[in-house]
């Protein structure tokens, strides 16, 4: 009796379809349902017929690419690891081709299976000599805590793991590539480069010219490109990889998502996220004991966060000593019912004193309003943003003081530069391990144009595009918002659902008003 199920065919979004070597060795499994047996009894014996119906489960895998896919004839080898003493009692040393990563894990019944990208980790097979390998590191954009536990861990994972020595370190960003600015990077060199704030190789904003930088990587010979930076960075490495692929070059491009403001779309968050909560608290602290050690204290702390207020969000939450948190995508009012000033000389009426956090990128139209702006530009293409901090503060002076004719005591404490210059905490050291591992494991399997980041605790390789697509911003409309408001008891600036969702679709287009390379 013959009870083989048919697979349905796979629904890949991505336009990179998996290469001819691996169709045969994936086989994913689809459910299958309406299995009805049909029972009939002949000669004492029982003949159970199953009608079958293929059925859509919705499972689509948004795969990247591969260097046999415009390289098909590329050899492939025994994965080093095989005889590694650190992988040797491993239960399980290599990822499965059929491992995948769901997006979406919250599901109901009957949902469809939904997007799924394809798990990190080492593979069986490899597509670089290791003796063959020439890999550079490059750092773009702003500092973020963990880069140099990212570029340190790349170094060590190359070396120790797969035996590649001849490693580039390309200094000060994109431009690094066309200057000839480079250092020899090895264990050694990198030994203690985590103890640090910053970056080792050093950085810039903009200075991408893609035929440039292909030009470079051609003439010297690299072979696999490891590329830090945040979501305009990525832009870049996905123009890299293309004019690669263009090129027909076997060179690997693989993104590591860098951005305090954790603003990076689809991974769960990004790295330097949790050390930048962690030290906006200090500033919180002493916002806090400065204002309850006056009469009428009030105490504005401004954190990072220019499209994406997750660092305002998760540090006053962490705190407990914040009244009122102000971020880009929930626009707030002064005056009036409700509004700013009212909640403050409220809450001096009920504890004497009053700590405000707000996001850099909040408040802008307020603050181009008064001061009559025009809108700027950095080097990125990133709009320059008004300082919120001191336009807030005098704003609540002038009201107080001269309006109310009420003695206040203001704080004001601005630790922007501290917070992204620390080196990264614990936590982020073993988050910045792994993607620097996965994206090793990656390279080294042949992958490119792909960035690394966990998708719901697990580390997967995702399509560039896929992350570069929109900025991740806090959803006012969320339960972590609401866990906020619920904390702080501070008005929603809000009067209706519907206002919700009509000023959230406004600001979410002002957001993605950004340009490229950051």
Request: glycine letters at 8%.
């Given at each position: 009796m013959d009870l083989a199920i048919p697979s349905p065919p796979f629904l890949f979004k991505s336009q990179n379809l998996l290469r001819p070597s691996?169709?045969?060795?994936?086989?994913?499994?689809?459910?299958?349902?309406?299995?009805?047996?049909?029972?009939?009894?002949?000669?004492?014996?029982?003949?159970?017929?199953?009608?079958?119906?293929?059925?859509?489960?919705?499972?689509?895998?948004?795969?990247?690419?591969?260097?046999?896919?415009?390289?098909?004839?590329?050899?492939?080898?025994?994965?080093?690891?095989?005889?590694?003493?650190?992988?040797?009692?491993?239960?399980?040393?290599?990822?499965?081709?059929?491992?995948?990563?769901?997006?979406t894990i919250v599901v109901q019944k009957d949902s469809p299976r939904g997007v799924h990208f394809r798990r990190a980790g080492p593979r069986e097979k490899v597509y670089f000599k290791s003796d063959e390998v020439r890999a550079c590191i490059v750092t773009c954009g702003g500092l973020c805590p963990g880069i140099n536990t990212v570029i340190r861990?790349?170094?060590?994972?190359?070396?120790?793991?797969?035996?590649?020595?001849?490693i580039l370190g390309i200094e000060g960003g994109y431009r690094g590539f066309y200057s000839k600015n480079t250092l020899t990077l090895t264990p050694k060199v990198v030994n203690d480069i985590h103890k640090r704030g910053g970056t080792f190789l050093r950085t810039s904003r903009g200075g991408h010219d893609t035929q440039k930088i292909v030009d470079n990587i051609q003439d010297r010979g690299i072979n696999?490109?490891?590329?830090?930076?945040?979501?305009?960075?990525?832009?870049?490495?996905?123009?890299?990889?293309?004019?690669?692929?263009?090129?027909?070059?076997?060179?690997?491009?693989?993104?590591?998502p860098k951005t305090i403001d954790n603003d990076i779309a689809v991974i769960d968050k990004s790295f330097g996220f949790d050390t930048g909560v962690e030290e906006a608290q200090r500033a919180i602290n002493a916002a806090h004991v400065e204002v309850e050690s006056v009469e009428n204290g009030i105490g504005i702390?401004?954190?990072?966060?220019?499209?994406?207020?997750?660092?305002?969000?998760?540090?006053?939450?962490?705190?407990?000593?914040?009244?009122?948190?102000l971020i880009p995508e929930s626009p707030f009012y002064l005056e009036g019912r409700d509004g700013l000033f009212e909640f403050i000389?409220?809450?001096?009426?009920?504890?004497?004193?009053?700590?405000?956090?707000?996001?850099?990128?909040?408040?802008?139209?307020?603050?181009?309003?008064?001061?009559?702006?025009?809108?700027?530009?950095?080097?990125?293409?990133?709009?320059?943003?008004?300082?919120?901090?001191?336009?807030?503060?005098?704003?609540?002076?002038d009201h107080f003081t001269k309006d109310n004719k009420m003695l206040i005591n203001l704080k004001y404490i601005d630790p922007t530069y501290m917070i992204r210059a620390v080196p990264s905490n614990a936590s982020d050291n073993i988050y910045c391990t792994l993607l620097a591992q996965s994206a090793v494991?990656?390279?080294?399997?042949?992958?490119?144009?792909?960035?690394?980041?966990?998708?719901?605790?697990?580390?997967?390789?995702?399509?560039?595009?896929?992350?570069?697509?929109?900025?991740?911003?806090?959803?006012?409309?969320?339960?972590m918002w609401a866990r906020l408001l619920a904390s702080t008891n501070q008005p929603s600036f809000f009067?209706?659902?519907?206002?919700?969702?009509?000023?959230t679709g406004e600001t979410i287009d002002m957001i993605n008003k950004k340009s490229t390379f950051t």
């Open positions: 691996l169709l045969h060795s994936l086989n994913f499994e689809s459910r299958v349902s309406a299995k009805r047996p049909l029972i009939s009894r002949q000669n004492s014996r029982i003949r159970a017929q199953f009608l079958e119906q293929k059925v859509d489960d919705g499972f689509v895998l948004e795969d990247v690419p591969h260097l046999t896919n415009f390289l098909p004839d590329l050899p492939s080898y025994p994965n080093p690891l095989q005889k590694s003493q650190a992988y040797a009692i491993v239960k399980k040393t290599f990822v499965s081709p059929e491992d995948v990563v769901a997006k861990e790349i170094v060590c994972g190359l070396n120790y793991m797969y035996g590649v020595s001849d696999q490109v490891y590329i830090i930076g945040g979501d305009g960075t990525q832009r870049g490495a996905a123009l890299v990889y293309k004019e690669v692929e263009k090129r027909g070059l076997p060179v690997a491009v693989a993104g590591i702390v401004k954190l990072m966060g220019r499209y994406s207020g997750f660092i305002a969000m998760f540090a006053t939450l962490a705190s407990r000593d914040v009244d009122c948190c000389e409220l809450r001096l009426k009920e504890n004497g004193h009053v700590v405000i956090v707000v996001a850099e990128g909040a408040g802008q139209e307020y603050v181009a309003q008064s001061m009559l702006a025009s809108e700027q530009k950095d080097e990125s293409g990133n709009r320059l943003l008004l300082d919120i901090g001191p336009w807030l503060s005098q704003k609540i002076k494991h990656g390279a080294m399997a042949g992958y490119t144009g792909f960035t690394v980041g966990p998708v719901n605790s697990r580390h997967a390789y995702i399509p560039i595009d896929r992350v570069t697509e929109r900025t991740n911003t806090v959803k006012l409309t969320d339960r009067s209706s659902d519907e206002s919700v969702q009509e000023v």
